[in-house]
């Protein structure tokens, strides 16, 4: 069946105009190419929160630029840091760039510094100021920060994301 005819069908079924049923299928086109864009950030955020006028907060800055700058050049595209000037409180931080789960294949370097970038945005929104993350951003990249070293899956007094 042609889908001008089953629109026409649709509509007599429906008892709706045929002009409505266009406007809508347009509309849930729209939505449907709109949702496979949404990037969705998961993951736990500290209850803790970085002292206004802390120090950490120059340590994380430095961290972060340089899991950006670093991360796509890495091998396995995992790189791990840590920064912190004399006298400040030392951020520690790990991102990754993850291997396409149907290619087993790892994104360009140009896409993994993207998703660096977006996951970092997305973890100051989501997570606002808290002291420690750690977070993936849909299956493409994972980022964790601390005020400590890093172990394996251990962040003290976490929350989920809202």
């Known amino acids: 069946m042609e889908v001008p005819s089953m629109i026409s069908l649709i509509s007599k079924i429906m008892g709706v105009k045929k002009d409505v049923l266009i406007i809508c299928a347009v509309v849930v086109a729209m939505v449907a190419a709109g949702v496979q864009g949404v990037k969705l950030l998961s993951g736990l955020c500290s209850d803790e929160s970085i002292p206004e006028g802390s120090t950490y907060w120059n340590s994380l800055n430095a961290t972060l630029a340089d899991l950006v700058q670093n991360t796509p050049t890495a091998a396995n595209m995992t790189y791990s840091t840590n920064k912190g000037v004399e006298g400040d409180v030392p951020a520690y931080g ?69």
Do not use: M
């Open 94 to 162: 790990q991102a990754q760039c993850l291997r396409n789960a149907t290619t087993n294949v790892l994104p360009s370097q140009d896409s993994c510094r993207g998703c660096i970038e977006d996951i970092i945005a997305k973890a100051w929104l989501d997570c606002v100021d808290a002291i420690a993350v750690d977070v993936k951003l849909n299956d493409d990249c994972t980022l964790r920060y601390q005020d400590s070293p890093l172990l394996p899956d251990v962040i003290q007094g976490e929350r989920d994301l809202p």
